[in-house]
């Protein structure tokens, strides 16, 4: 699923301009963000839950070469799917 996508649904549901529908997938996209930064979940209902969770710092192995690099502590997002989701797919 991409933004175009996105906006492409809401141009064709709402019946707006696609100037407009891109304009409201970006924001939707960026409150979506803001509410996982600020709480560190987003749920939507019948659809599933995107979770932030904190890595640690490790040793990982560059691919190519062989060598032993470090990879920083950072943060992911994990996705689990509603009960709801799984059922219709």
Do not use: D, W
């Amino acid at each position: 699923m991409s933004k175009a996508f996105i906006a492409e649904v809401i141009q064709n549901s709402a019946e707006i301009t696609g100037v407009a529908a891109n304009r409201t997938a970006a924001e939707l996209i960026a409150a979506i963000v803001k509410e996982m930064k600020k709480n560190g979940k987003f749920t939507l209902p019948s659809f599933g839950t995107f979770t932030v969770r904190k890595t640690k710092a490790r040793k990982g192995v560059n691919p190519r070469t062989g060598e032993e690099i470090k990879v920083k502590a950072g943060k992911t997002v994990r996705f689990k799917a509603s009960p709801t989701l799984k059922k219709l797919v």
